[in-house]
Nanobody
Framework: QVQLVESGGGLVQAGGSLRLSCAASGRTFTIYAMGWFRQAPGKEREFVATTIRNNDLTYYVDSVKGRFTISRDNALNTVYLQMNSMKPEDTAVYYC???????????????????WGRGTQVTVSS
């Protein structure tokens, strides 16, 4: 099993920045990818960004490209999401997720991920 704990959420004004962290513990050697999803009220949980553990590949949803950056520290088993130029539509609960394999559905699908954190609230005021 892998446990994920997010931190760093909060309230920020439009145009501002926040940095989320996700620390993994347990059987971390099984992790293939770690990433972030978000869920706004009344909406489906959507993919935001992910990073593959053993190479430099990263993936983003189009709406955050150029504004958000995902990074990782393998020694600390921690993934970060730096969010800049934030918009009110970024308001959501952000969830960290970890996948043990790519799977046939692809790395942007929530079904690919085996472990989830409890989420951290991010609110962007206009």
């Amino acid at each position: 099993q892998v446990q994920l704990v997010e931190s760093g959420g909060g309230l920020v004004q439009a145009g501002g920045s926040l940095r989320l962290s996700c620390a993994a513990s347990g059987r971390t050697f099984t992790i293939y990818a770690m990433g972030w999803f978000r869920q706004a009220p009344g909406k489906e949980r959507e993919f935001v960004a992910t990073t593959i553990r053993n190479n430099d590949l990263t993936y983003y949803v189009d709406s955050v490209k150029g504004r958000f950056t995902i990074s990782r520290d393998n020694a600390l088993n921690t993934v970060y999401l730096q969010m800049n130029s934030m918009k009110p539509e970024d308001t959501a609960v952000y969830y960290c997720a970890a996948a043990e394999r790519l799977g046939r559905l692809g790395i942007r699908r929530r079904e690919t991920y085996d472990y989830w954190g409890r989420g951290t609230q991010v609110t962007v005021s206009s």
